[in-house]
């Protein structure tokens, strides 16, 4: 059954599909060596010094450069100690519609993203949209079972989180960036989680101060509570499915992931 998941993934992957005329070995301990990323390092340098000018124009906006705007709206008071009183407290703030997963706590994987799909709204359920399919596949190959899994987002609603908002403006009662991070860090406080996995950019932003493809391939720890929860990195599905050349990288990812878990079943058993 684990063999056929994976012979699924890999073939939804593409990796058996030519994406480029330049040969890539995507199995090299060190990607840079391949053309494919000195090419992309070379973009991503130019766009690190466009952010950093971006950054030197709106100092308000920099949590590095301006601590001190990193303060909760007022939208954002006493963020309840309890799961239940939690979500009727995220429903009093950004409405009715927000969508969540069946409470499960203490699972063996916690998923973290950045908002539901327009699909979850009409179907009510998380990461239930076209990309569904394709991260199933992945986190079959990990050998945790559906039920051992809670899905969950930064945001409760459809709403594109903007990093750059760190507003602390006492007028001001939108949701800022800082705002999302802690109740983040409140979610996986109350949910208690072995593993974390975080999909896309803002949750690593958020948790781990940095993209996810920097963050990728490491095993990271976030404290919550006195509690030392492992948390890894991966590309968003969607991004996968964009560009199809990174999804062989996440597969080796996900291998870094799965061999973390692995020992630590054997260990336990």
Not at 250 to 264: N, P, Y
């Amino acid at each position: 059954m684990a063999f056929k998941s994976l012979l699924e993934w890999w073939q939804q992957a593409g990796v058996d599909i030519l994406t480029q005329d330049i040969p890539q070995n995507w199995f090299l301990d060190n990607p840079s060596e391949n053309s494919l990323f000195k090419r992309k390092s070379r973009h991503s340098n130019n766009k690190k010094i466009i952010k950093n000018n971006f950054q030197s124009k709106n100092k308000d906006s920099n949590i590095e450069n301006n601590k001190e705007t990193l303060a909760p709206s007022n939208s954002i008071k006493t963020i309840p100690q309890n799961l239940s009183d939690f979500r009727l407290w995220l429903q009093n703030i950004f409405g009715k519609n927000c969508i969540f997963s069946d409470i499960k706590i203490s699972p063996k994987l916690m998923i973290l993203s950045e908002y539901p799909d327009i699909e979850d709204i009409e179907k009510g359920q998380l990461f239930s949209d076209r990309t569904s399919k394709f991260l199933y596949s992945m986190l079959d190959t990990l050998s945790v079972k559906r039920q051992d899994i809670y899905f969950a987002t930064m945001s409760p609603i459809v709403a594109h989180i903007d990093r750059l908002n760190m507003s602390s403006n006492i007028e001001d009662n939108s949701i800022n960036f800082y705002d999302y991070s802690l109740i983040a860090m409140q979610h996986i406080a109350l949910i208690k989680p072995k593993y974390l996995l975080l999909l896309g950019d803002a949750p690593n932003r958020a948790l781990l101060q940095m993209n996810a493809m920097d963050a990728r391939r490491k095993i990271h720890v976030i404290t919550t509570n006195n509690d030392n929860i492992k948390a890894f990195a991966l590309l968003h599905p969607k991004m996968l499915l964009g560009t199809p050349s990174l999804k062989a990288i996440a597969w080796k990812d996900l291998r870094v992931l799965k061999g973390m878990i692995d020992e630590k079943t054997n260990t336990a058993i």
